[in-house]
């Protein structure tokens, strides 16, 4: 599968994961809104955890440079797909600042775990190679 169609679709199940999620618990928005507030960076986490484990698979090498790649990737297309849901004149409307205070924040989980694992299989692969 070309690379690029690739981050494409990851970065579209990205952000339909915690999407449905958020569907399925929505009624703990209205009675309980700290803990779906709480659960809601958690998916976001295991999400972008699980899927650069899956995207790093088909990777040798260069893991760094591809976790920013996909990070940046995949923060942009949660918050296009998002805005194109919240901002006006949408059914769920939010103001820009709202919605960046509420929910667009939240996305930056996802570049800084990619990043994170990226440096972390970089070292390791340098470690590997060191040794050998």
């Known amino acids: 599968m070309n690379k690029y169609i690739k981050i494409m679709l990851y970065g ?3 952000w339909l ?3 449905l999620v958020s569907f399925l618990i929505y009624p ?3 009675s309980a809104n700290p803990f ?3 659960i809601m960076p958690v998916v976001i986490t295991a999400t ?3 899927l650069t484990l899956s995207y790093f698979k088909q990777q040798d090498k260069d893991f760094l440079s591809e976790g ?19 901002l006006p004149p949408s059914p769920m409307h939010m ?7 509420d929910v667009g924040f939240t996305y930056l989980i996802i570049p800084v775990v990619t990043l ?6 970089d070292k390791e692969l340098k470690k590997r190679i060191k040794e050998d």
Do not use: N
């Open 116 to 121: 994170g694992m990226g440096y972390t299989a």
């Open 68 to 86: 920013i790649t996909i990070g940046i990737s995949w923060f942009v297309i949660s918050i296009a797909i998002d805005l194109m849901m919240f």
């Open 95 to 101: 103001g820009f600042s709202d919605y960046m205070m």
């Open 36 to 38: 779906f507030e709480s």
């Open 12 to 14: 579209i199940l990205m």
């Open 17 to 19: 994961i915690p999407f």
């Open 48 to 50: 972008v955890v699980a």
């Open 28 to 30: 703990l928005k209205q």
